[in-house]
């Protein structure tokens, strides 16, 4: 009997410190789909890291290494540099000034377009300048132009990184030279790339081969620049049509890195890779990663937001109870277009949809009030708010007054346990988001912990009592087994 117990309080602490990692656990949208065959095999990629994420849904499809391993990212940070320009609210005619502390301060050997100090380009111009040669000194005067000074810029970058997601990033200057502080990771790229997929003067610069700078104040002649990325280049054998374009980037502690856009049909990729040895290896993993995803993959309409038809009863509530008033009907913003594999059908997906049976007066348009959700393997692939298309507001006293006299007995609502949870606002209607979330294991373990709980509950409360009377912890066990009492036993 004895080790019975012990294997029952050994479990409730297996439970106790396993359960909380289950509650914890997300919904994710940041892993590949689980167990399928796909996963298991290895692209003949080089690189140390490698990641191809769907755009449409932030899904990643396939991984090479940690997609969270901090690493150094070289100039492939010129992106977020270019996000905080295009988010500044500058004009692309305004004129970015390059001070003396904007030129002289990078290496001479590192990349550069021959800014002097007292020269100025255009918004537009110093967006090329920084995405096709991957100039530093122009990087480090749009941070002087956005940010003030170079520091707080590169404050402002990482904290704009965490805004969006990328939490294992920290920037310490615009350009991406080496520094140790500086470091980022597969997917916090990824996020900032998808993010510049907004604006469609950046889709315009990387996907631009050359570009020409007119002559500025202290030069007379015209400045052709190339882009790095060979695959948006045509005479280059790495030319690609599927990519749109993207950022390369090399120093040595890095290795050569990139992150790139690509799109076929209805199919939107972000690639990124780092750590490769040579620089061959960024252009042919990206069209591996590319090449894979969009062989492998396709595009499934999991949920066609314009064919839901749902209305729900509106209730108001008073003194005398609650009576149903009218209707409000609910809609999805949002299709749920998901990027599966071709193997899988459709009809392996699940669809979930919670929503209230009622709302309380009043209520405004747009409320959330409920979601849908399509799963596969129990694993939530992509989700939908359900908002109220439209308001209901409450009845004058003596309008409901009239109708609860006209209404049949019938359509009065009861005050049961289900009335009161929704009496009071339609947001009491649900349960808290990890009980909606939470898989049948988890359920199962949270209610054997709770048994176990109160059964030792009840176990230290009759231990209590009988130490009341006098009774040491062994004289109460052997009481209960009815072998004998010893109220000589001292408890230790």
């Given at each position: 009997?004895?080790?019975?117990?012990?294997?029952?309080?050994?479990?409730?602490?297996?439970?106790?410190?396993?359960?909380?990692?289950?509650?914890?656990?997300?919904?994710?949208?940041?892993?590949?789909?689980?167990?399928?065959?796909?996963?298991?095999?290895?692209?003949?990629?080089?690189?140390?890291?490698?990641?191809?994420?769907?755009?449409?849904?932030?899904?990643?499809?396939?991984?090479?290494?940690?997609?969270?391993?901090?690493?150094?990212?070289?100039?492939?940070?010129?992106?977020?540099?270019?996000?905080?320009?295009?988010?500044?609210?500058?004009?692309?005619?305004?004129?970015?000034?390059?001070?003396?502390?904007?030129?002289?301060?990078?290496?001479?050997?590192?990349?550069?377009?021959?800014?002097?100090?007292?020269?100025?380009?255009?918004?537009?111009?110093?967006?090329?300048?920084?995405?096709?040669?991957?100039?530093?000194?122009?990087?480090n005067a749009i941070a002087e132009f956005v940010g003030g000074d170079l520091e707080t810029f590169a404050s402002m970058m990482t904290q704009r990184?965490?805004?969006?997601?990328?939490?294992?990033?920290?920037?310490?200057?615009?350009?991406?030279?080496?520094?140790?502080?500086?470091?980022?990771?597969?997917?916090?790229?990824?996020?900032?790339?998808?993010?510049?997929?907004?604006?469609?003067?950046?889709?315009?610069?990387?996907?631009?081969?050359?570009?020409?700078?007119?002559?500025?104040?202290?030069?007379?002649?015209?400045?052709?620049?190339?882009?790095?990325?060979?695959?948006?280049?045509?005479?280059?054998?790495?030319?690609?049509?599927?990519?749109?374009?993207?950022?390369?980037?090399?120093?040595?502690?890095?290795?050569?890195?990139?992150?790139?856009?690509?799109?076929?049909?209805?199919?939107?990729?972000?690639?990124?890779?780092?750590?490769?040895?040579?620089?061959?290896?960024?252009?042919?993993?990206?069209?591996?990663?590319?090449?894979?995803?969009?062989?492998?993959?396709?595009?499934?309409?999991?949920?066609?937001?314009?064919?839901?038809?749902?209305?729900?009863?509106?209730?108001?509530r008073d003194a005398s109870g609650s009576i149903t008033i009218g209707s409000i009907p609910l809609k999805i913003v949002e299709d749920i277009t998901?990027?599966?594999?071709?193997?899988?059908?459709?009809?392996?997906?699940?669809?979930?949809?919670?929503?209230?049976?009622?709302?309380?007066?009043?209520?405004?348009?747009?409320?959330?009030?409920?979601?849908?959700?399509?799963?596969?393997?129990?694993?939530?692939?992509?989700?939908?708010?359900?908002?109220?298309?439209?308001?209901?507001?409450?009845?004058?006293?003596?309008?409901?007054?009239?109708?609860r006299e006209e209404a049949p007995q019938a359509q009065h609502l009861s005050n049961s346990i289900g009335s009161l949870l929704g009496g009071y606002?339609?947001?009491?209607?649900?349960?808290?988001?990890?009980?909606?979330?939470?898989?049948?294991?988890?359920?199962?373990?949270?209610?054997?912990?709770?048994?176990?709980?109160?059964?030792?509950?009840?176990?230290?409360?009759?231990?209590?009592?009988?130490?009341?009377?006098?009774?040491?912890?062994?004289?109460?066990?052997?009481?209960?087994?009815?072998?004998?009492?010893?109220?000589?036993?001292?408890?230790?």
């Amino acid at each position: 009997m004895r080790k019975i117990k012990n294997i029952f309080y050994v479990s409730v602490l297996i439970l106790t410190i396993a359960l909380p990692q289950s509650l914890s656990a997300e919904n994710i949208y940041d892993e590949h789909l689980d167990d399928h065959p796909i996963e298991s095999q290895p692209l003949p990629l080089e690189a140390e890291l490698a990641l191809v994420m769907d755009t449409a849904t932030g899904h990643i499809l396939y991984i090479r290494g940690d997609m969270h391993q901090r690493a150094f990212p070289a100039s492939i940070t010129k992106i977020m540099t270019a996000l905080l320009l295009l988010e500044s609210g500058a004009d692309m005619y305004d004129r970015i000034f390059h001070s003396p502390e904007a030129v002289y301060s990078i290496p001479r050997h590192s990349s550069h377009i021959a800014m002097n100090a007292g020269e100025t380009l255009t918004v537009s111009q110093a967006l090329y300048a920084i995405m096709l040669p991957s100039a530093n000194d122009v990087s480090n005067a749009i941070a002087e132009f956005v940010g003030g000074d170079l520091e707080t810029f590169a404050s402002m970058m990482t904290q704009r990184a965490k805004e969006l997601g990328a939490t294992n990033t920290n920037f310490t200057n615009a350009h991406g030279l080496p520094d140790d502080s500086h470091y980022t990771t597969l997917y916090d790229m990824a996020l900032i790339m998808a993010e510049l997929l907004n604006h469609d003067k950046f889709l315009q610069v990387i996907n631009t081969p050359r570009f020409i700078i007119p002559p500025r104040e202290l030069q007379t002649q015209a400045l052709a620049i190339d882009n790095t990325n060979m695959m948006v280049r045509p005479t280059s054998h790495h030319f690609n049509l599927d990519i749109v374009g993207g950022k390369t980037g090399w120093t040595t502690p890095s290795g050569h890195t990139m992150v790139s856009y690509a799109n076929r049909d209805d199919m939107h990729l972000i690639a990124v890779v780092m750590g490769a040895g040579r620089r061959e290896v960024i252009f042919n993993d990206t069209q591996t990663l590319i090449n894979f995803a969009f062989e492998q993959f396709e595009i499934y309409e999991a949920f066609d937001a314009t064919s839901f038809d749902t209305h729900v009863d509106l209730v108001q509530r008073d003194a005398s109870g609650s009576i149903t008033i009218g209707s409000i009907p609910l809609k999805i913003v949002e299709d749920i277009t998901l990027n599966l594999p071709k193997d899988i059908s459709p009809n392996a997906l699940t669809k979930d949809m919670i929503i209230p049976s009622r709302i309380v007066a009043p209520v405004e348009a747009g409320v959330v009030v409920g979601r849908v959700s399509i799963s596969y393997n129990g694993r939530v692939l992509s989700e939908r708010e359900v908002i109220t298309a439209q308001g209901g507001d409450v009845l004058p006293p003596e309008e409901l007054h009239t109708m609860r006299e006209e209404a049949p007995q019938a359509q009065h609502l009861s005050n049961s346990i289900g009335s009161l949870l929704g009496g009071y606002n339609y947001e009491n209607l649900f349960l808290p988001r990890w009980v909606l979330d939470a898989t049948p294991l988890t359920i199962g373990l949270i209610s054997v912990l709770l048994i176990a709980l109160i059964l030792m509950a009840v176990k230290f409360l009759s231990f209590s009592r009988a130490r009341k009377k006098g009774l040491s912890f062994r004289g109460y066990s052997t009481k209960r087994s009815k072998a004998y009492i010893s109220k000589s036993y001292k408890y230790r």
